[in-house]
């Protein structure tokens, strides 16, 4: 079974984390287990999902993107039609109810792009619960659409200044907060990433991805599809697209990471293709560190990528072969987010454009008859600033 | 024995408790650092514990991420620190214990880490961000190497874990005072007897508290209950703020050994 009862993915992932929250963490698992089987749970999590978040979403069959590329045939899973813009929210939902079945009276969160940031103050609003979310300064400025969303929406956003002040800081933080308030609060990791149990549980709830998309293929083309694309910054995307293809040999894996200016200037978030084997954040996994185990900080245009890290279950998945990571460039990225803008009139959200980016490269060198199904795991629009800077157009 | 347990024998002998100051490696700089020992152990202390500075230190508040961050920002790394143990070895004798997060220890090797801290003249380590269950590698290379292992019991620890890390701990146990990071409080949090009354049921191993004292007061209410006491922020505070007001390295040292005397004497009464 993967993750074993320890929380490891072969050598990768664990606890390590300081022992104030161990026992929280033993509670969170205890209370998870229960309510995963449990049918209560899965209907009012379902319900969720199709009456709040607007589940299924689509599988788009992307044709002039596809006409373009000029040879696979391109498929999007449309999760940046899922409220609040991207597949964040699937996870939010499912752990909020998991912290009002344990009686938690305040949420914590981190954020880097901020989606997850919205997605976590989007569901403790209506849930109700008191909410604060740790964004590193950095990523404050470069996202501050998401930084006013979510104090619409009642969380309280507190700036993170230490460090390289974007999501690495904004987790520690996260995790001092969570060792001090320990007795009252959840905490709502957005990733696949952490300490046992998060990666498998964050991982379960966002493999409605790939069930759907199973189902939705299967439905259009009487078959699976031959390459699964998503990108990976801590993975849970990608995590929740590939687990349920994970035992169909037949169906690749390619997960994208960031390469930022260019994995040979050192800047970048490309720990799987670049990095090595260390402890971040409470799990073993590949990470980006120098000779003497100091965390380097990364660098994407993407503040949802830009992440040093990356899940366990990604590390695992690459040293057994099951999944291949690839990475692509900022310029890359921003090619395809406006390629796709003007092909299809999807602005998708400058992570998702990382995996565009590589099907970019892949398809064309593909037959006709061939499938890949790319997750556009968020739109755009929070994006735009940024991209505006890049092409020097003042908005 | 280890120099670690038999300080402690020594102790209990005399009815008295372990005075432990913290301080970063390298904070200002590896010099100071080593005059901060030269001093500390002069002025009463039994141990001395010494931080390896870590880019990300998730139990840690502000002023031991500052210091961290200066000390790396000077280009301080753990051979460094090895080194300057094995330096003061050759002239004092009082037990070394380093604080390292696990990824620093697991980049250079676990086997080759406790070799390091043994060739040195390490006595203990404890590792904040390792627990007992993720530990058994790095608890056979220590313990092969004659090496301490210090595991910290906090608050929130059950019943069930207070046996575990006990029966992992070497040394002495390190006693985490509150739920929350390391820093200097202005008070005890509540409970504080009963948390170390729940852990003497479990282990005779010592006790030492660390996290939030900052006064001798504190540290003498403490010392009635524990076999000893630690003093991190405080220090590292006093350090910082003397450093930046323009007094010079030894105006600082005296004030830290002054401060640090000032502990030891409500300690003893």
Redesign the interface.
Known sequence: MIPDRKGYFGEFGGRFVPETIIPALEELEEAYEEIREDPNFIEEFERLLREYSGRPTPLYYAKRFSQELGGAKVYLKREDLNHTGAHKINNTLGQILLAKKMGKKRIIAETGAGQHGVATATVAAMFGLKCVIYMGEEDIQRQSLNVFRMRLLGAEVRSVTSGSKTLKDATNEAMRDWVTNVMDTYYIIGSVVGPHPYPMMVRNFQSVIGRETKEQIIAVEHRLPDYLVACIGGGSNAAGLFYPFVNDTTVKLIGVEAAGFGLETGKHAAPLNAGSKGVLHGALSYLLQDSDGQIIPAHSISAGLDYPGVGPEHSYLKETNRATYVCITDNEALAAFEHLSLLEGIVPALESAHALAYVEKLAPTLGKEEIIVVNLSGRGDKDVNTVGKVLGVQI | MSRISCTFNELRRNGKKALIPFITGGNPSLEMTKGLIESLAESGCDIIEIGIP??????D??TL?RAA?RS?ANGT??QDLFDLVADIRGYLDIPIVFLAY???????GIKNFAKSASCSGVDGIIV????P??ASFFEEAAWNEGIDTI????????EK?LKL?SEHSRGFIYC?SL???TGARQSLCSGFEEFMAKVRRFTDKPLCVGFGISTPEMASHVGKIADGIIVGSAIVDMLESSLTSGEGEKESLNKISKFVRSFREELDN
């Open positions: 870590y880019s990300d230190p998730v139990a508040g502000p991420q961050q790396l790394n753990i696990y990824n620093c220890i697991y980049n250079y904040p961000d390792l627990p269950e993720e595991f910290l019991v906090a608050p929130t620890s059950t874990r890390i985490v739920t929350g990071v």
